[in-house]
Every structure is written in structure tokens, then in C-alpha cells.
């Protein structure tokens, strides 16, 4: 990609709904998005699954792209905001700290909009865990929701961890590609082969 590809009317295009224009962005960002969360949590595959929640919530928000002067920094915000939330999230399901007690810590800033865009993400989240089958479906919500260890999961589905993660990382691609067709970003996987 050439350095005349990201001014303001590439933005416009994205912001307007271009798919292809998007897909482009993703191809130049992906690899920076990606270092930054693999230094920071040590995890390929909780670095993919930022990178993917990062350019999911651009997608979402892509209206505000034309608005935007620096996109390097709007987009290292985004990447860095996106990390720490995540590993919060680890942080609190290796101390099982209850929703409750967390919301009562941490103070509430999203906007409206961040808010209803959440929850149109949460609701996708939803469907496409419904649309997995029963064992897959299983695995994620022992795992992902209520955080439990992956020994601890096969006892309770009486499977072998092995099988366990085998499950939980084809439930992963399948939610991943659920929720990306459903936002007609199909190019975005083909371009960059996820």
C-alpha cells in the first residue's frame, strides 16, 4: 500500500462503507496491531483475537474515520485500550472476581454510542456462539464465560483436555468467521488468509 492510500478520501470511503478500501487498511495495520499486542501479552493467539476485536470495532465505528486526523495514534488508542481491556479480562477470570464487585471499581466511561455498538457486538457474539455445535458450544461457554481451566472443563464435559482445546480453538474460528460474514467482511479474511 502507498502512502496516498491513507488520506482523506481513502478514510471517506471506509467511513462511506468500502469493504475493499477497508480490507486494504486492515492489510497495512494488521502487523503493527498485532507486534504491539504479542509484546504485551505473550500469546499468539490472544494476540490474533485483539487484532480481530480491534479492526471489528474500526469497522463498527468507521463513520468517525473521517473525523479522525492521526489514524497511527487513533489506531495505537484503539490497539492499546483494546490489549488492556483484554488482559483485564484474564486478570479477572484467573481471580474470579465477580462482575459485580468489578463494576463497582471500575468507573463507567463509554458513550451511548460505544454502548449500543457493544451491545450490537455482544449480540453477534451471541448468535454465533448459539450457531456452534453442542461440544464446541460447550467448551466456549465453560472456558470463555465461566472461566474455567481447561483441565477442569474436560472433567466436567468428561473429555480429554487435548480434545477441550481442540474444541475451544475451532469454536474461536468459527465465531471469528460467523461474525465477520455476518458483517459482510468476507474480503477482509480472504485478503489476509484468517
Known sequence: MTRPLLDTAFFQSIAS???AAFALLVAH???????????????VPLSEEIVQDVFLKIWLKREMLEEIVNFPAFLHTVSTNMIYSTLRQQQRDVLSISDTDLEERTPAVNTTEEVVQDREYENLLEKAIRRLPERQQQTYI???????????AAAAMNISPETVKSNLEQAMKNIRAFCMANLDLLMIIIWLGW
Open 29 to 43: 495495520y494488521h502487523k503493527s496491531v498485532y507486534s504491539v499486542a504479542y509484546r504485551l501479552t505473550r500469546s
Open 17 to 19: 462503507g468500502d469493504q
Open 142 to 152: 465453560l472456558i470463555k464465560k465461566e472461566g474455567m481451566k481447561r483441565d477442569a
